[in-house]
């Protein structure tokens, strides 16, 4: 079956897409704004936008929702053609007025929100993005929206005018426009350069250790053939799960991420769920496979097996409908004009192309691996994996030898705190100084952050934890009543934290004593 083409026009200034796809009619307006375009602080603002935009569209009788996303803002409906263009124009009308929303709505949505997000909607989160970039575009993607519950109504505003207009917007149907279509957005305006994707630059290739997953490996597919990176990672996702699952049943499944980061890349993360003592056979047994597509290429059969999923796949309505979602946002977020629903000629694709792509994507491997059940060392794991471990650069205090440390330590402007008794902290340490702070942990090492660099300090007002993340992803908690001197470090905490970094949360704990 051929897949159907795509139609390109504008509406009222907006790019309009559109292909004959045979679903319930619908029609989608999105906006190339998401979770990877905010800060740290903001994290979650997207989200908020969009509830405010549905607050006013009013009652809809049709399938509807909006959804917040790692790259876009949707708004969609499904049902007759003149009802979808109704809700979309009462979208589109809601984003023109935004500004008639009050302080009441605001914070009735954020608890809406907070509601929607669950249990522990003011937690930091962690995960295989957040090792990897830092909080930063992706890593924002695990980093969640801690400080969501401060935003403001100005905030809100100010995103949606800088984000939600017909510059940063595109609609699409899955069958001709509405004859009745009239959506009228905010004037195109000048928009902020977008962040560059990218790792940090100590996570740019190696393995890491102590991941919240078993196994994750991550890479960049970078290519301007769209075919061969979108069969590339076809061809590693049966691999992986015909070699680990059904022949070496070390794993049950292959779980996958993959997010678009320029006009001829994408970043894929495949997540192996070994039990914990098959952790490093299973990343030994991944990078086996890895390495040989590298070299040699997938087999014929392998890669007409990938092919033909592939060819089958495009011919689901339910894929179609996607592939019009994602070709109509490339349009907007990175200007690739769409001339197809993604990929329409596998078969064309070759094992050296593949071979190319992977042996590329290689040298942007990074392997995270789980709580290790293994005597290796460092030195040990690396000849294991045959991969260089990819450390954290040492702070100031960890590159001193111990006699340096010691007399660092007597310097009158540091302060060291010790835990009081009781509280899971034996011999752990606390160290303040006008410039760091650092946390020790025996038998664990020792973790330094910068004052400056600190993105998010979540400080709850009846207990006193704070909840702290520098813009590296690392991060740790400190209750100040669960040490020696806790005065002394809140007030240090409220001195030497950036305000700019700040929120109240509400600590489920008990209030300070």
């Known amino acids: 079956m051929t897949p159907p083409k795509l139609q390109t026009t504008t509406h009222q200034g907006i790019p309009l ?62 049902g007759p053609e003149a009802l979808v263009a109704d809700f979309l124009q009462r979208v589109a009308e809601s984003i023109r ?104 630059a100590y996570r740019r290739h190696g393995w890491i250790a102590g991941g919240m997953l078993p196994v994750v490996l991550s890479m960049t597919l970078d290519t301007s053939d769209s075919e061969a990176r979108f069969v590339s990672q076809g061809v590693l996702f049966r691999a992986m799960l015909d070699e680990l699952r059904t022949r070496l049943h070390l794993i049950y499944s292959v779980d996958g ?71 109509a946002h490339n349009w907007v977020r990175y200007g690739s004009t769409p001339v197809g629903l993604d990929i329409e000629n596998p078969e064309s694709v070759t094992p050296e192309a593949v071979r190319k792509v992977l042996a590329d994507a290689l040298q942007t491997l990074l392997v995270s691996l789980g709580d290790v059940d293994t005597d290796l ?12 471990a990819a450390k954290e650069p040492e702070g100031h205090y960890a590159a001193m030898s111990g006699p340096a440390m010691f007399k660092a330590m007597m310097h009158p402007d540091v302060k060291v705190f010790d835990p009081k008794w009781f509280k899971g902290l034996k011999g752990s340490q606390l160290i303040l100084d006008p410039t760091r702070l650092m946390f020790i942990v025996p038998d664990q090492g020792l973790l330094e952050i910068d004052w400056s660099h600190l993105a998010l300090a979540g400080v709850c007002k009846d207990c006193g934890h704070w909840d702290l993340t520098d813009h590296d992803g690392r991060g740790l908690i400190i209750e100040p009543a ?32």
């Not at 994290?43 to 959804?67: P, R």
């Not at 040989?292 to 007409?304: E, I, K």
């Open 17 to 78: 897409v559109w292909s004959d796809i045979r679903t319930t009619y619908t029609g989608t307006l999105a906006f190339a704004v998401g979770m990877r375009d905010e800060a740290p602080r903001n994290a979650g603002i997207s989200h908020l936008v969009e509830h405010l935009v549905m607050s006013q569209v009013g009652k809809v009788s049709i399938m509807h929702n909006a959804h917040t996303e790692d790259d876009r803002i949707s708004f969609w409906a499904q």
């Open 482 to 513: 669960n040490w020696r001197g806790g005065d002394s470090i809140a007030r240090a905490l409220h001195e030497k934290v950036p305000a700019g970094a700040r929120y109240q949360v509400n600590h489920p704990g008990p209030p300070a004593k």
């Open 377 to 388: 060392d460092v030195d040990g794991m690396s000849e294991a994996l045959g991969l260089p």
């Open 97 to 200: 007025h935004l500004d008639r929303v009050t302080e009441d709505v605001v914070a009735e949505q954020r608890a809406v929100i907070s509601a929607e997000l669950g249990e522990g909607d003011e937690l930091t989160g962690s995960g295989p993005l957040l090792e990897r970039f830092g909080a930063h575009t992706l890593g924002m993607l695990d980093l969640g929206a801690p400080a969501h519950r401060s935003h403001t109504r100005e905030a809100a505003l100010a995103h949606a005018r800088t984000w939600l207009h017909s510059g940063n917007a595109v609609l699409s149907f899955t069958a001709e426009p509405p004859p009745t279509l009239d959506v009228t957005l905010p004037t195109a305006t000048p928009m902020p350069a977008r962040a560059v994707i990218e790792p940090l």
């Open 257 to 327: 991420f993959a997010a678009r980061t320029g006009t001829d890349s994408a970043y894929i993360a495949l997540v192996l769920d070994p039990k914990q003592p098959d952790i490093v056979p299973t990343a030994q047994a991944a990078l086996a496979i890895l390495r040989s597509l590298a070299s040699d290429g997938p087999s014929a059969d392998l890669l007409a097996e990938v092919a033909t999923e592939s060819r089958h796949q495009s011919a689901n309505s339910e894929v179609q409908a996607s592939y019009l979602l994602d070709a």
